[in-house]
């Protein structure tokens, strides 16, 4: 490590604010050539926001950035890439009707001719690129043919494309299995070693002490220390600044599995379901959730499970197999049945499709109890009733807003799957399906909603709960059931789950390589 | 009778001619569709190109082969002002697509500008002093069969080609053509790679227009050639369902025009040869295939994604998460 | 790299009078750029706009002609306001109206002149519904089972409706057409019988057209069935979230259907009270020329949507409307009337702009700023 020439990025106080939120306060940090550097924070800590400061897409209130020690402006992405500075987001920026190629040189300056563009020269360059880096991919094939990881590999090419010196990379293994993590960071640390510097976003301590060099935590918006720490405890306790173990806490009550004798009340027997693609996306699902219980299923996404809570909820149709809500048989593809035979759904897309972004509270509360009395006194439906129970559930589910008339666009995260959770849990479901529960809220309200969700299974009810995190997985279940490619591999018991071994379910065992 | 009075050979060359201000107009609105911006004012700005270069063919003095091009430029710039309008709205603004487009078809309509410029302008009591007049290129113009439908028309007809070709190479060829293509199809991507969205937007809504106005001109300097409020009579509406017939695609763009050209002809070319046939059903004919092949155009297309920018009509605000 | 010298924030509060107070100052705005159109060309705008605020609401008799211009759009606007409400963009309002007055007069004629007058204007109502209804659902249907753009598929079937009715008229013997007398040589259609004309209500100076009353109480109906009634409530979630719908037991295909047909009946209705109360005969040039559909997009647009302020906003344009057919000449510009409800929908599409966001000055790289929230 060269500590003495100027670091590759560096940024000096740097705050941003938005109205009514401080995203970054006095953010310092510097990135040194050749290094991988981690940003590690919890989800709302500024990870992200900075990482868009570095990348010219928002611009500091105060501070400023140093490239190679200059201080540099950026105006727009375009002039942090023209400063050596790339970003690999985390949902891909890529065309999926483009080529690589065509995704690759898009916005580049390096076109042979400004003109016409010369494909074989770009291709040329890519394959130059991909042998170098080791990082295999097609210039030719199109971005939908391609699994996530090639799509990963594309991205990460494309700002290698231009010259970058420093790879800003946000939450990267969040997508891949654990496998295709492997060979990411071996490739990242080959980048750094040919004098490429590495910004690696995540919030996953394992990999963070494994990968880095360095790493900056950051927490509620503050720069609070960069270490060589790779102790994962240590990093732990920096970056929630509190002690870890309350984490784990809550697993207890679920740790004991239930008695034999408690009654199923979801039944999935050997379900099959095409994707959107036409591709098999269910091959086969057989699971059951007795009453008071809460079964995780883990796995990376893109395994099937979406489609299994789409059919759940009736948003999807199945080709085979039947599912049973204690004891009835499930309607295939009908979205009123499941609410009728008290199946609760909490979808992962809580704006788009859980809730009706401009309508309130209210309605958004009364969405699927407006067609019966007392609310409906058919043909019309009674506001004030609405609007009461509308207030009585707000109360009771800690929905923090102005009044039950607001409409659910204004509302953070947090208080977004409150409404829903307080709507789902309000018709004394049988069973509560849910996805992705806490994806995207602040730790504050992914405590709240875990204690709300053991709450319902304490109360008797049945719960299906998916997710790609892990660590959530593990905290909540009963059981665990392990999805990879559209199959479930395996069901655990959390008594006797292994963490490493369901890591390696969660790349089916290891058949897979990248 | 010669074989150039067969019926197949009369309708062909017949809709080239009036096909020639569709060829023109789709290509506008593929343009500004292309780049995510669906503009439903297509036949206002047409009715706009209409009565500037009316204006400029009547009032301005000096041989045809100037007047012309300054009525043709005059044109492109009337309805490229109707379409900054449009663009200001629905780019800066974020105004919903449909209902801006409609507000500048009503504002430079049959009944709108277009109408109240001609009046105070007192157009449409005479022909246009200068029009463009069929050509006989090569000498070719009554050859067989070729002649009358390839030789015998405008030069708008050769310059819609040129700009078929242009187009063509443009979108799929050249660098500004992909980044084109990836705002429409995702305006954050193109974003994140320093494409300047916004800028791409404006300038193809902008040029679109201006080849809406020369669509227009097609009326008053070549079809009718003189003034009649609310000349182009729906062939902007049917511009915007050409787009759609031919896939975002130039070359197929043109094909489509020259079908609905064929149709539109059909009816005056059996009905002057004694065909006992409804004109009601052949008038109707053009819409009604217009929406049989939206159908069948949109069912195909949901399924294998025909080309349709899939930012198309989604005003582009950056995510900033 | 520059970019705009502004930026949009979405405003955190909205002050309450801001929604009467934006269509009120789009208006004005409109008048002025309008005023700046007619000076630029020549004309005196004050004593233009004079004129027809003079011929629209003062002068005698002016109020009564208004609200016979304001009648058809009042029903082409609430076509438009409950469609679009639901994000179905109905723009075949012109061609829903030409099928109700079709529709309309195919029934008063064949009820004839015996039938008693309550009996005839009941069945012309219901027969416009039914005719613009029918006509509605085409466009409807495809986009619920094809996914077809509406926009096009309405849109053009308002030129296949105008061919229908032209044949009618001009390119058969139809049942509609008149073929004695003057009718023999100069195709035109047959004049209703004088029970199915519909009444016009004296207010001692004002003669309020029935269909306007109509209208009205039809108005009111929309207004409690979008708020009251579970159907409206439907409506509001499919409009503003399909796949929540979807997700909540709804079936948006449905609604989209019932509200298509809806819709278009409200135009057909209007078409029928185009031949009940004025025409009295079904007359394709007349209907073509008006260009009622598009002027109710106007009216809902510039009504916000609200079926309520649909009555009012249809008074207003109606009065430039007659006050346009009054001035018509050559001291009074042609195409004013577009230019004019033109430029009241830019300012008003506009105006909405800045009810729903603040703009700020700034300096800022990019163009706009929405998301309040860092992730």
């Given at each position: 490590m060269e500590a003495a020439t100027a670091p590759a990025v560096a940024a000096f106080h740097v705050t941003k604010k938005f109205p009514g939120v401080i995203a970054n306060e006095d953010v310092t940090f510097d990135v040194r050539v050749g290094e991988v550097h981690a940003l590690l924070g919890e989800n709302g800590a500024g990870k992200t926001t900075l990482s868009n400061i570095l990348t010219g897409l928002y611009r500091p209130d105060s501070g400023w950035i140093e490239v190679l020690g200059q201080k540099a402006e950026f105006h727009s992405p375009r002039d942090a890439i023209a400063a050596g500075i790339g970003m690999v987001h985390q949902h891909f920026r890529l065309i999926p009707t483009f080529s690589v190629a065509e995704n690759i040189a898009l916005g580049s300056a390096h076109n042979p001719v400004a003109g016409r563009f010369d494909m074989s020269a770009i291709e040329e360059r890519i394959v130059a690129l991909s042998e170098s880096f080791d990082l295999p991919v097609d210039p030719r094939a199109k971005i939908w043919q391609l699994s996530v990881g090639e799509q990963q590999r594309v991205e990460i090419i494309k700002v290698l494309y231009r010259d970058a010196r420093v790879l800003i990379m946000d939450e990267p293994t969040a997508v891949l299995t654990p496998v295709e993590s492997e060979v990411l960071a071996t490739t990242l640390q080959s980048m750094a070693r040919n004098g490429r510097s590495v910004v690696f976003i995540s919030h996953k301590?394992?990999?963070?002490?494994?990968?880095?060099?360095?790493?900056?935590?950051?927490?509620?918006?503050?720069?609070?220390?960069?270490?060589?720490?790779?102790?994962?405890?240590?990093?732990?306790?920096?970056?929630?600044?509190?002690?870890?173990?309350?984490?784990?806490?809550?697993?207890?009550?679920?740790?004991?599995?239930?008695?034999?004798?408690?009654?199923?009340v979801l039944e999935i027997d050997d379900l099959r379901a095409v994707g959107d693609r036409g591709l098999t996306a269910l091959d086969g699902v057989s699971l059951n959730v007795r009453a008071g219980e809460i079964v995780g299923v883990a796995g990376v996404a893109g395994n099937g499970q979406r489609e299994l809570v789409e059919i759940l909820a009736g948003l999807r149709r199945s080709v085979s197999g039947s599912i049973r809500v204690d004891g009835e048989s499930l309607e295939n593809g009908s979205t009123r049945h499941p609410i009728r035979l008290g199946v609760s759904y909490v979808p992962q897309d809580r704006m788009g499709t859980g809730l009706a972004p401009d309508l309130t509270i209210a309605e958004n509360m009364a969405l699927k109890k407006y067609r019966r009395p007392p609310v409906a006194r058919p043909p019309f439906i009674r506001q004030s009733v609405i609007d009461a129970e509308a207030r009585e559930l707000m109360e009771r589910f800690d929905v923090r807003a102005p009044s039950e008339t607001t409409p659910t666009r204004r509302l953070s995260g947090g208080n977004v799957q409150k409404v829903l959770l307080a709507r789902e849990m309000s018709g004394d479901p049988k069973v509560l399906v849910i996805a992705s529960p806490t994806q995207g809220l602040d730790v504050g309200a992914v405590a709240t909603v875990h204690q709300l969700l053991l709450d319902a299974a304490e109360s008797g009810v049945g719960i299906l709960l998916v997710s790609e995190d892990l660590d959530e997985v593990l905290a909540l279940s009963h059981r665990i059931a392990v999805m990879y490619e559209g199959r479930v591999l395996d069901v655990v018991e959390r008594s006797d789950a292994d963490v490493q071994r369901i890591g390696l379910l969660m790349g089916g065992e290891m058949e897979e390589s990248a | 009778m010669s074989i150039n009075d067969n019926i197949f050979v009369v309708i062909m060359a017949s809709a080239i001619f009036y096909g020639t201000p569709l060829v023109f107009a789709s290509l506008g609105e593929v343009l500004a569709e292309r780049s995510g911006v669906l503009n439903l004012g297509v036949e206002g700005m047409m009715l706009l190109g209409a009565v500037a270069a009316a204006w400029v063919s009547t009032n301005v003095g000096g041989p045809a082969f100037v007047v012309l091009p300054l009525a043709i430029l005059a044109a492109m710039v009337a309805a490229a002002l109707g379409a900054a309008i449009h663009a200001f709205l629905t780019i800066t603004l974020r105004v919903n697509q449909i209902i801006s487009g409609l507000a500048l078809t009503i504002f430079a309509g049959a009944a709108g500008l277009s109408s109240y410029l001609a009046g105070i302008w007192h157009l449409g009591q005479s022909p246009v002093a200068h029009q463009f007049l069929r050509l006989d290129v090569f000498g070719l113009a009554d050859a067989p069969v070729v002649g009358p439908i390839l030789f015998h028309q405008t030069l708008l007809t050769y310059i819609s080609w040129i700009f078929v070709l242009g187009a063509s190479f443009y979108l799929f060829k050249t660098r500004m053509g992909l980044h084109l293509r990836a705002v429409g199809e995702s305006p954050q991507t193109a974003d994140s790679v320093g494409i300047p969205v916004v800028r791409y937007r404006y300038a193809h809504v902008i040029i679109g227009g201006s080849f809406a106005g020369i669509a227009g001109a097609c009326f008053s300097l070549m079809i009718v050639p003189t003034w009649v409020d609310g000349m182009t009579a729906?062939?902007?509406?049917?511009?915007?369902?050409?787009?759609?017939?031919?896939?975002?695609?130039?070359?197929?763009?043109?094909?489509?025009?020259?079908?609905?050209?064929?149709?539109?002809?059909?009816?005056?070319?059996?009905?002057?040869?004694?065909?006992?046939?409804?004109?009601?059903?052949?008038?109707?004919?053009?819409?009604?295939?217009?929406?049989?092949?939206?159908?069948?155009?949109s069912n195909a297309s949901s399924r294998r994604q025909l080309g349709a920018p899939a930012a198309l009509g989604k005003p582009y605000e950056r995510e900033e998460r | 790299m520059r970019r705009f010298g502004f930026r949009l924030e979405p405003r955190s509060d909205l002050p309450k009078w801001l929604p009467w107070a934006v269509p009120v100052g789009s208006f004005f705005a409109a008048l002025l750029v309008g005023a700046i159109v007619l000076g630029v060309t020549g004309q005196n705008p004050l004593s233009v706009y004079a004129r027809i605020v003079d011929r629209a609401f003062i002068s005698e008799g002016a109020f009564s002609g208004t609200l016979v211009s304001a009648t058809p759009l009042l029903f082409t606007g609430l076509c438009a306001a409950v469609a679009f409400r639901i994000g179905f963009f109905n723009i075949g309002g012109e061609g829903q109206f030409v099928m109700g007055a079709i529709f309309g007069s195919g029934i008063a004629l064949k009820l004839g002149a015996d039938a008693p007058g309550v009996l005839s204007v009941a069945a012309m109502i219901v027969f416009g519904a039914i005719g613009g209804g029918l006509w509605a659902l085409i466009p409807g249907i495809l986009k619920a089972r094809f996914r077809t753009n509406e926009i096009i598929t309405s849109l053009m079937l308002n030129y296949v409706a105008a061919v229908i009715a032209t044949y009618l008229i001009f390119d058969s013997n139809s049942f509609w057409r008149e073929l004695s007398g003057s009718g023999a040589v100069f195709p035109k259609g047959k004049v209703l019988p004088t029970v199915a004309w519909w009444p016009k209500l004296d207010f001692g100076s004002i003669i309020v057209p029935f269909g306007f009353l109509l209208g009205m109480v039809i108005a009111g109906w929309l207004y409690a069935l979008q708020r009251k009634t579970r159907f409206g409530f439907e409506m509001r979630v499919v409009g503003g979230a399909p796949t929540t719908a979807r997700y909540a037991g709804m079936k948006p295909t449905r609604v989209v259907v019932a509200v298509a047909a809806l819709s278009g009946a409200l135009a057909g209705i209007g078409g029928a009270t185009d031949v009940g109360n004025f025409r009295h005969i079904l007359d394709p040039k007349g209907l073509q020329q008006?260009?009622?559909?598009?002027?109710?997009?106007?009216?809902?647009?510039?009504?916000?949507?609200?079926?309520?302020?649909?009555?009012?906003?249809?008074?207003?344009?109606?009065?430039?409307?007659?006050?346009?057919?009054?001035?018509?000449?050559p001291d009074f510009p042609a195409g004013l009337v577009g230019v004019l409800q033109g430029l009241i929908l830019f300012c008003t599409l506009g105006g909405e702009v800045l009810a729903r966001y603040r703009i700020t000055r700034s300096a800022r790289p990019s163009g706009v700023e929405t998301t309040l929230e860092p992730a």
């Open positions: 301590l394992g990999e963070v002490a494994s990968i880095a060099d360095r790493v900056t935590v950051l927490r509620h918006g503050r720069s609070i220390e960069t270490v060589t720490e790779n102790d994962v405890t240590a990093l732990a306790s920096l970056m929630v600044g509190r002690d870890v173990e309350s984490v784990k806490r809550s697993t207890e009550s679920t740790t004991q599995s239930l008695a034999a004798s408690t009654p199923v | 729906g062939q902007g509406w049917i511009a915007l369902a050409l787009v759609i017939f031919g896939f975002w695609r130039p070359d197929l763009m043109l094909v489509g025009a020259y079908l609905f050209g064929a149709l539109s002809s059909l009816s005056l070319t059996l009905q002057a040869r004694g065909f006992h046939i409804s004109t009601a059903f052949l008038a109707a004919l053009p819409y009604v295939m217009t929406i049989v092949v939206l159908v069948i155009a | 008006s260009g009622f559909g598009y002027a109710g997009i106007v009216v809902a647009a510039l009504a916000r949507l609200n079926p309520v302020a649909v009555v009012f906003v249809a008074i207003l344009l109606g009065g430039i409307t007659n006050a346009g057919y009054a001035l018509r000449g």
